[in-house]
């Protein structure tokens, strides 16, 4: 079964950083496509950066781009997301997975961006 353990989420102020990490098991994100989600309570998970694991190809959210860089490192399973200017909006639960997202979702990991 696929295990997705995410980390590296905490409190910060509004222009802060953060590094987030996610590992994966059984190779899955040398698949295809990894991704970061983030979900705020009352709305749904959106998409907030993807990454092919091929040739590393990109794609962010409008919300985030400039900001946020995700990056893979297929020899360690590992997806990271760096995160930059964070502001409260950025606030949330996020989440990896492949994209589109197979079953087994993590924990995720909270990220909290104060004003």
């Known amino acids: 079964q696929v295990q997705l353990v995410e980390s590296g989420g905490g409190l910060v102020q509004a222009g802060g950083s953060l590094s987030l990490s996610c590992e994966g098991s059984?190779?899955?994100?040398?698949?295809?496509?990894a991704a970061w989600y983030r979900q705020v309570p009352g709305k749904q998970r959106e998409r907030v950066a993807i990454?092919?694991?091929?040739?590393?190809?990109?794609s962010y959210a409008d919300a985030v781009k400039g900001r946020f860089t995700i990056s893979l490192d297929n020899a360690k399973n590992t997806l990271y997301l760096q995160m930059t200017t964070l502001k409260p909006e950025d606030t949330g639960v996020y989440y990896c997975?492949?994209?589109?997202?197979?079953?087994?979702w993590g924990q995720g990991t909270q990220v909290s961006v104060s004003s």
């Open positions: 990454i092919g694991s091929g040739r590393g190809h990109t």
């Open positions: 997975n492949t994209f589109p997202p197979q079953d087994n």
């Open positions: 059984g190779s899955i994100f040398s698949r295809g496509v």
